[in-house]
């Protein structure tokens, strides 16, 4: 069974930085197209980033620059290194990952920007 579990959200003030985990359990990340989303309270949920298996990033114009979609094969976990912190960034953060027909989602983890 294929797993997708979040972590590192939390609060943060204006012009910081966090580190959003998602670790992938029961397949490696080998193809798999892996992407980030963010939901903020009352909005549409939008792409941040996204990333494929030997391929260069895409990111939102909105965070372009400053958040960085990474993987780590070795520990099967995908990142979102986000520096710059403003307080629109405030979201939900759901990772999600796309095989063929097979499409999976974390638990989201909330994070928040606020002085």
């Known amino acids: 069974q294929v797993q997708f579990v979040e972590s590192g959200g939390g609060l943060v003030q204006p012009g910081g930085s966090l580190r959003l985990s998602c670790a992938v359990s029961?397949?490696?990340?080998r193809g798999w197209i892996m992407r980030w989303y963010r939901q903020a309270p009352g909005k549409q949920r939008e792409?941040?980033?996204?990333?494929?298996?030997?391929?260069?990033?895409n990111y939102a114009d909105s965070v372009q620059g400053r958040f960085t979609i990474s993987t780590d094969t070795l520990k099967n976990t995908l990142y979102l290194q986000m520096n710059n912190l403003k307080p629109d960034d405030t979201a939900v953060y759901y990772c999600?990952?796309?095989?063929?027909?097979?499409?999976?989602w974390g638990q989201g983890t909330q994070v928040t920007v606020s002085s």
């Open positions: 999600n990952g796309v095989l063929g027909p097979r499409s999976y």
């Open positions: 029961g397949s490696g990340l």
């Open positions: 792409l941040v980033a996204v990333i494929t298996f030997g391929g260069a990033p």
